[in-house]
C-alpha cells in the first residue's frame, strides 16, 4: 500500500512540476521571447571552423536578465547596414596538407606590425588555403582557420602583388579560445577592439540554416557620433581606435554588448532576412568591434555569402526595418547570468594572466640569447651547452589594459611555465628612483610567488634563464590571488 500511494505521489509530484516548468516557459516567453525560443538550440561543435571559439567563448554566451541603457544610437550621414562586400570579410579553411606562405610588410616598411610582440617581422603562415582574398577596401581583412594548429590568424591590409603576399598587420587568437583579447596576449585579431574579423561574422552557411536566429552574438561597428570617447573600450575588449578619445563623441564604447530588448516587437520586421537579424539580436545582442564612417551601424556578414538586402535597387522595406532596429538597440549595462553555448549556466573568467613575455630582450648573462615567439606566448631559448639569461626592462612586459590595471594593495600569485629547466624572475621597479621593490627570485616550472602590490609608480622587470643542452621556453601566469 505505502509503495502503490508512494508511486501515485510521484507521478502526481512529477505533473505538478510539468505544470510549473510549462509555466515557467510560457512566463520567460512573455518577459523576454528570444531567451525560450534559444532553448531548443540542437548541439553544436565549438572551436571549428563553421563554429568558431568555445562554447563559452562571449561570442557564443547570451545573457540573463539584461538591464538596458537608455542612450540610442544616433543617425548619421547613410542608413545602417547588415552586409558583406568591401568592408567586411572572408574566412578562408586551411588544410593539413597546404603550403606554407610567407607574409611581408607592405612597400616602405620594415615588415608585418605584430602587435603582441610589439616588433615589425616576417609572418610564415604554416598552412595557406588556396582561393585567399582579401577584402576589397583599404582594410583589406581576411581570416585563414587553422584547425590543425588549432588557431585564427587575421590580417588587416593584406594584398598580394606579383605573386607576393603583404599586410599591414597580423594577429591570432586560439580557435577554440574566448576570441577576445586578453591582458597579456591583449592583440588577438585585426579589428580595432582586438578581435578577429571572424568573431561574430554571420557566416554564409548560417544564412539558410532552417534557424530562426544566428546561434552567436553578432559583430558591430558604430561611427564616430555613436561610439565613447571616455572609455573607448570595456570588457572584454581590450583596445579600441587609436584616435577614439579624441574624435569620438557618443557614449557607447568598444567592447560593448548591445541588443534589442524584449519589448521590441520582432513582427514589426517584415524582411525576412533581417528577421533573423533582429531575433538574434534579442536573444544574443552585438558586440561593438569597430568604427566606420558615416554608417549607425553595420553588422557584417562573411564575403561570398551572397547576402544583399538591395538586389536590383534600393529596398526601403528594409532600409526601414533597419531604421527600427537602430532606434531600438541599448547597450546592455548589467545581467544577472549568462548561458553559454550548450545551454548550461556559468561564471565568465573574471581573472587573467598579465604577464606577456613580449621583448625586447637584452642577453645579461650567457652566450645564447632567447626569442619571444607569440603562438607559445614564451621566450624560447635553442639548446645551449651552458645556462644564458636576458632581461626586458622595457616595463612592456604588461600591456596597460584599462579594465585589468593592479591596485597598490591587491594580493598576486605568479606561477612559472617553463620547459627544459628554465627559470623566471619577476621584479617590479620604482619608475622614479629605479629602486627594485619585489624580486620573486628564479622560479622553476610550476614554483609560485604570492605578493601584494607595491603603491606608486612600479614597471615589471623580466628574467628568462635557459636550460641547459635541451630547447628550452619560459613563460608565466600573473594572476590575482584568490579569485
Known amino acids: 500500500m505505502y509503495k502503490l500511494h508512494q508511486g501515485m505521489g510521484r507521478k502526481m509530484e512529477e505533473r505538478r512540476l510539468t505544470m510549473i516548468a510549462a509555466l515557467v516557459v510560457s512566463a520567460l516567453v512573455i518577459a523576454h521571447p528570444g ?10 561543435q565549438w572551436g571549428t571552423y563553421e563554429n568558431l571559439f568555445s562554447a563559452r567563448s562571449p561570442w557564443n554566451s547570451r545573457p540573463v536578465s539584461p538591464v538596458f541603457g537608455e542612450y540610442v544610437i544616433p543617425k548619421s550621414s547613410y542608413v545602417p547596414s547588415v552586409a558583406e562586400g568591401a568592408w567586411s570579410t572572408g574566412v578562408f579553411l586551411a588544410g593539413e596538407n ?12 620594415a615588415g608585418v ?14 598552412r595557406w588555403p588556396s582561393g585567399v582574398i582579401p577584402a576589397s577596401a ?87 557620433n555613436g ?53 538574434t539580436l534579442q536573444i544574443y545582442g552585438a558586440y561593438i568591434t569597430d568604427r566606420n564612417t558615416g554608417t549607425p551601424f553595420v553588422i557584417y556578414v562573411e564575403n561570398g555569402s551572397g547576402f544583399n538586402l538591395h538586389k536590383g535597387g534600393w529596398n526601403s522595406a528594409a532600409g526601414n526595418d533597419l531604421e527600427r532596429i537602430r532606434q531600438g538597440l541599448r547597450q546592455v549595462v548589467g545581467v544577472s547570468g549568462w548561458v553559454d553555448g ?21 642577453l645579461q648573462s650567457g652566450t645564447t640569447s632567447g626569442i619571444y615567439e607569440t603562438w607559445r606566448q614564451a621566450v624560447v631559448f635553442p639548446p645551449a651547452p651552458a645556462q644564458s639569461s636576458v632581461v626586458n626592462s622595457s616595463y612592456r612586459s604588461m600591456q596597460p589594459v584599462s579594465w585589468a590595471l593592479p591596485v597598490a594593495g591587491e594580493s598576486f600569485q605568479l606561477t612559472a611555465r617553463t620547459t627544459g629547466g628554465g627559470l623566471l624572475r619577476f621584479q617590479l621597479r620604482d619608475k622614479a628612483t629605479s629602486a627594485i621593490v619585489y624580486d620573486s627570485n628564479n622560479l622553476a616550472d610550476g614554483e609560485t610567488a604570492r605578493f601584494s602590490w607595491p603603491a606608486g609608480n612600479v614597471g615589471p622587470v623580466v628574467t628568462a634563464t635557459s636550460g641547459v643542452g635541451v630547447e628550452s621556453t619560459v613563460s608565466g601566469e600573473l594572476l590575482r590571488d584568490g579569485q
Do not use: C
Open 342 to 362: 550548450n545551454g548550461e549556466s556559468y561564471t565568465p573568467q573574471a581573472n587573467f594572466n598579465l604577464l606577456s613575455m613580449r621583448g625586447p630582450w637584452r
Open 227 to 279: 561610439l565613447s570617447a571616455n572609455p573607448t573600450y570595456i570588457f572584454p575588449a581590450t583596445s579600441a581606435d587609436r584616435d577614439a578619445a579624441t574624435t569620438n563623441t557618443g557614449a557607447i564604447p568598444e567592447g560593448a554588448l548591445v541588443m534589442l530588448p524584449p519589448s521590441f516587437n520582432l513582427q514589426t520586421i517584415t524582411t525576412p532576412v533581417l528577421r533573423k537579424v533582429a531575433e
Open 138 to 224: 583599404a582594410d583589406g581583412h581576411a581570416d585563414i582557420v587553422d584547425p590543425v594548429a588549432g588557431i585564427v590568424h587575421s590580417f588587416y591590409k593584406l594584398r598580394q602583388t606579383d605573386g607576393n603576399w603583404m599586410a599591414s598587420q597580423y594577429a591570432w587568437t586560439p580557435l577554440n579560445g574566448r576570441g577576445w583579447g586578453n591582458p597579456a596576449h591583449y592583440f588577438q585579431g585585426a579589428r580595432a577592439a582586438a578581435v578577429p574579423t571572424s568573431g561574430g561574422l554571420i557566416r554564409k552557411h548560417e544564412i539558410d540554416d532552417g534557424r530562426s536566429y544566428y546561434p552567436h552574438a553578432l559583430t558591430m561597428s558604430l561611427t564616430y
Open 113 to 126: 606590425w605584430d602587435p603582441d610582440a610589439e616588433v615589425r617581422r616576417q609572418v610564415t603562415i604554416p
Open 35 to 44: 531567451q525560450a525560443r534559444a532553448q531548443s538550440q540542437p548541439n553544436i
Open 98 to 109: 597546404d603550403p606554407p606562405v610567407t607574409v611581408n610588410g607592405l612597400p616602405g616598411t
